[in-house]
């Protein structure tokens, strides 16, 4: 058993960020992640951070920007704190020693972004969350800070008290890649969750294959609420054949969509008449679907984004990582040719709830970046928002783990007796309810111990998960499972959703369930063992994608990403609330909040959003 103060699990930039922190405030603090730290997703990240640091902008600005771009569903406290925080720590990260790109005059370069009324995407070439991770990962070494890489955290070490908002985490468990050890961590004060997005849930994803949702799928087992969870963005510009990138960096240096038929369809088709190719994701991302489904679309399948007239030497100077991108997955030549694009899934604005503080409504369980939901980004991120998001609320959960003060927080988290409760007829059962409890997936679900034995206990369960699947010798294994959930998922529960979609996709997702049953670990060795490691990952899909289709099943509106054939507007008199879903004792409840408009010094009315 290892024991620090705060245990952070995940090293991506949310991670690093709270681990530093929480260092500061006297902390002892581990890191524990299943990647080493410079392998985290952040280092896909290409475009840049968004922070008001110009003559000319300002935090308001940035505030009001993200709020319309969340489609009114952001709590204003989240998203002002975002606003107001981000110079501070974009400055800090260039004292840290980040190598921003920047203008002759030697001042740090920023570039117009899609739904920004301001140039504010700070960046350092289209190579920024590489730089980001390795300029932070340098201030955990240099701080000394414990980092257990390559360990898997597999559960979370929780109490059992009926309600969750009376639970309290004291630890996880996680399994050492290396040698298969299976160890308990115990945190004295917190534990902070930072282990990313669940974009392995889709089979076209910009998402590494270490994107699989863990974080959100323990912490929703161990009884904290994951919200908003329907509102997934689909990024306009990924590379057909992987699904690879190509950042919104190109758009923002000028770049230019066009159709088969060599037409500027953003302002052509009347899409978005101001901001064309800058306009926010969501309205991109079907603009170009639009067009392949009426018959304008280049193969029948996707659009071409052109940046040759930018000229040689700025794409060297700014964009020179698109051209190796362009050139490594498509074979295209993006100086001398169009690169072919269309929407792939990109990121989950849902999430873990937490307050502004990082807190969830279990004691000392935090969580922040991509798997939380705070919630800065409603139904529709920014390009440009989630670094931000990660320094600015990763700090914040790390200092508040190790026991800072942050004062009151004004967002509320876990269930209440007054929320409203919802009554969709679903055309499944949900969660685990009606199957066999001894099966392999009735791992992870609601701790069963008292707060002095969770963490032995949690490991002691965890010891028998791994044994169970390493020792049965047939039966299906996880890589069936999850082909077919992914293709349910981008079948279903993509940028155009229907009501009959998605619940197939939810009757698909239930047979995913049941057939994990019987799920089999080919390789039955205990080092570097990647097929026992996909198998637990695969089962943490489930769990997340399920929530995500529920979401957008009971989400009868049109609102920022999520898009609705039979609702095709937003309604506000009833929808200007967060979807909730909590696992109660293996079977999912759907509730609701109202979401916070009112900001420090204004409200923020819900307006028509065009661009
Ligand atoms: C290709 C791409 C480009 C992007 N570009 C931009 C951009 O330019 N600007 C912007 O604002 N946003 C961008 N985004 C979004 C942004 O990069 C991500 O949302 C953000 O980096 C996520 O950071 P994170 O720290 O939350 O998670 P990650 O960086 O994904 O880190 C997760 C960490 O958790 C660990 N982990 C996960 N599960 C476990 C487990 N079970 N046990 C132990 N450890 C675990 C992993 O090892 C990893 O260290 C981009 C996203 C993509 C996919």
Redesign the pocket.
């Known amino acids: 058993m290892y024991e620090h103060d705060v245990i952070v ?7 690093l960020r709270a681990a530093v922190a929480a260092h500061e405030a006297g902390a002892d603090v581990a890191m ?4 080493h ?1 410079v ?12 922070a008001a640091l110009r003559e000319g902008d300002d935090w308001e600005l940035h505030a009001y920007d993200t709020m319309k771009g969340s489609d009114y569903l952001g709590d204003a406290p989240a998203v002002e704190t975002l606003a107001q925080d981000a110079p501070e720590e974009t400055i800090n990260l260039e004292h840290w020693g980040m190598p921003f790109s920047r203008e002759d005059d030697g001042t740090v370069s920023q570039r117009p972004f899609g739904g920004l009324s301001f140039p504010r995407t700070t960046y350092a070439g289209a190579e ?2 590489h730089h980001l991770l390795h300029t932070m990962y340098e201030q955990v070494v240099k701080r000394g800070i414990e980092v257990y890489d390559e ?4 559960r979370l070490a929780v109490t059992d008290e009926p309600d969750p908002n009376d639970r309290t985490c004291h630890g996880v468990v ?1 399994y050492d890649v290396q040698t298969g050890k299976i160890e308990g961590f115990k945190a004295r004060k917190g534990v902070v969750l ?4 669940p ?1 392995q849930a889709f089979d076209h994803t ?2 590494a294959v ?3 949702g ?2 959100q799928a ?1 912490a929703y087992r161990a009884g904290a609420p994951l919200e908003d969870m329907e509102f997934i963005q689909f990024h306009p510009t990924s590379l057909p054949s992987t699904g690879v ?1 190509i ?3 190109v758009r923002g240096e000028g770049g230019i969509l066009y159709n088969d038929e060599g037409e500027r369809f953003m302002f052509e088709y009347g899409y978005a008449n101001n901001s064309g190719e800058l306009a926010s994701r969501d309205v991109v991302a079907r603009a170009e679907l639009t067009e392949v489904n009426e018959g304008r679309g280049v193969n029948d399948e996707y659009v071409h984004l052109d940046m040759r007239h930018l000229g040689e030497e700025r794409i060297m100077d700014r964009l020179e990582n698109i051209l190796h991108l362009a050139e490594d997955f498509e074979g295209v030549d993006g100086l001398v040719e169009p690169m072919p694009v269309k929407p792939g899934q ?2 989950a604005m849902g999430g873990i709830e937490t307050d502004e503080n990082g807190a969830t409504c279990i004691d000392g369980l935090y969580a ?4 939380a939901c705070v919630s800065v980004h409603g139904g529709n991120r920014l ?6 998001e ?1 320094i600015v609320f ?1 700090k914040r959960a790390g200092y508040h783990a190790a026991g800072g003060d942050l004062g009151e927080a004004e967002i509320e988290t876990g269930y209440a007796d007054d929320v409203e409760d919802d009554d969709t007829d679903l055309p499944i059962t949900p969660g685990e309810a009606g199957i066999e409890p001894e099966g392999v997936a009735a791992d992870g679900s609601g701790q069963v111990t008292d707060a002095a034995g969770s963490l032995e206990r949690a490991v002691e369960a965890e010891r028998e998960r791994v044994d169970h699947l390493l020792e049965k010798d047939d039966g299906v294994q996880h890589s069936e499972i999850r082909s077919k959930l992914q293709q349910a998922m981008t079948d279903y529960v993509n940028v155009f959703r229907t009501e009959e979609g998605v619940k197939k996709a939810l009757k698909i997702i239930r047979e995913c369930r049941q057939e994990y049953q019987d799920v089999y670990v080919a390789d039955p060795s205990r080092t570097f063992n990647t097929d026992l490691q996909h198998t637990i990952e695969t089962r943490n899909l489930i769990d997340v994608a399920e929530t995500i289709a529920l979401g957008a099943l009971v989400r009868d509106e049109f609102r920022g990403a999520h898009w609705r054939k039979e609702h095709q507007e937003r309604k506000d008199d009833e929808w200007l609330k967060h979807t909730l879903i909590s696992w109660d004792r293996g079977k999912p409840s759907v509730w609701y909040r109202p979401v916070i408009l009112e900001g420090e010094e204004k409200t923020y009315e819900p307006k028509v959003r065009s661009y």
């Open positions: 699990v995940g090293a991506g930039g949310a991670g524990v992640t299943k990647l730290p392998r985290s997703h952040t280092g896909a990240a290409e475009g840049g951070i968004n920024t969350g360990w898997f955290v597999t996680a930072a282990t990313g997005g974009g910009t998402n270490s994107c699989t863990d974080g323990m990138l950042s919104e960096g990109h990121y922040a970046g991509e798997c390009g440009g928002n989630a670094l931000p990660l990763g």
